[in-house]
T-cell receptor, first 114, second 117 residues
Framework: QKEVEQNSGPLSVPEGAIASLNCTYS??????FFWYRQYSGKSPELIMS????GDKEDGRFTAQLNKASQYVSLLIRDSQPSDSATYLC??????????????FGKGTKLSVIP | DTEVTQTPKHLVMGMTNKKSLKCEQH?????MYWYKQKAKKPPELMFV???????INESVPSRFSPECPNSSLLNLHLHALQPEDSALYLC????????????????FGPGTRLLVL
C-alpha cells in the first residue's frame, strides 16, 4: 500500500509569517510530486509541482524535495489570510496494475490569523 | 489555459433516478479522470481514461458508469445511487499518463456536488 502522510493540522500561523507544510511518502520510485490548495467546498487547485531534489520557488511558494529522505515540503512566505485552506500533497505512485496514479495525503488545514 | 469544466455544479437525485455528470477540457489532454471526494477526505480515484480507453477502474460499483465519447469529453452515468454516494465528484485531466514529468500534472474541474436522497 503506497502511502502519503501529512500532518492534518490545523496549522495556525500569524499573518506575514512563514507556513511550513510537510509530507512524507513510502514509494521510493516516485518521481513526481505536487501540492494542491483546496478551499472549503471547492476543487483542488495546483500550486506547485516538483520533480528534482532541491528547492523550487514560485512567488511566495517554495517546494522542497529530498528523495533520499522521501520528504517533500511547501513553504509559504508572508502568509496571508487568503492562504487559509487545506493543502494536499500528491505523489505519483506505481499502482498494482503497473500504471502510475496520483496518491493524495489527507491534507493539512492551514489557518492564517490576521 | 488549464480549464476543465464540469456540469452540473449541483445535483440532487433520488435513489431511483438516472442522471449524468459531464466534464470537458480543450487543452488537448489525452488522460481524463473521475474522483470522488467526501468531506474532510482526500480525493479518491474512481476511473481513468487514457487515449479514450478505460485504463483504470478502482473497483467502483456498477451503479457508476463512465463514458469517454471523445478526447475532450468525459461522462459519468449514475443509476440507483445510495445516500452514501453523496459527495463532490471531481473530473481532472492531464497531458498523458507517461511517468516522469509535467505531462502527468493533473488539473481539476470545479466539481459536481451530488446529494442522493
Amino acid at each position: 500500500q503506497k502511502e502519503v502522510e501529512q500532518n492534518s493540522g490545523p496549522l495556525s500561523v500569524p499573518e506575514g509569517a512563514i507556513a511550513s507544510l510537510n509530507c512524507t511518502y513510502s514509494d521510493r520510485v516516485s518521481q513526481s510530486f505536487f501540492w494542491y490548495r483546496q478551499y472549503s467546498g471547492k476543487s483542488p487547485e495546483l500550486i506547485m509541482s516538483i520533480y528534482s531534489n532541491g528547492d523550487k520557488e514560485d512567488g511566495r511558494f517554495t517546494a522542497q524535495l529530498n528523495k533520499a529522505s522521501q520528504y517533500v515540503s511547501l513553504l509559504i512566505r508572508d502568509s496571508q489570510p487568503s492562504d487559509s485552506a487545506t493543502y494536499l500533497c500528491a505523489v505519483h505512485t506505481l499502482s498494482g496494475a503497473g500504471s502510475y496514479q496520483l496518491t493524495f495525503g489527507k491534507g493539512t488545514k492551514l489557518s492564517v490569523i490576521p | 489555459d488549464t480549464e476543465v469544466t464540469q456540469t452540473p455544479k449541483h445535483l440532487v437525485m433520488g435513489m431511483t433516478n438516472k442522471k449524468s455528470l459531464k466534464c470537458e477540457q480543450h487543452m488537448g489532454h489525452r488522460a481524463m479522470y473521475w474522483y470522488k471526494q467526501k468531506a474532510k477526505k482526500p480525493p479518491e480515484l474512481m476511473f481513468v481514461y487514457s487515449y479514450e480507453k478505460l485504463s483504470i477502474n478502482e473497483s467502483v460499483p456498477s451503479r457508476f458508469s463512465p463514458e469517454c465519447p471523445n478526447s475532450s469529453l468525459l461522462n459519468l452515468h449514475l443509476h440507483a445511487l445510495q445516500p452514501e454516494d453523496s459527495a463532490l465528484y471531481l473530473c481532472a485531466s492531464s497531458q498523458d499518463r507517461v511517468s516522469g514529468g509535467a505531462g502527468e500534472t493533473q488539473y481539476f474541474g470545479p466539481g459536481t456536488r451530488l446529494l442522493v436522497l
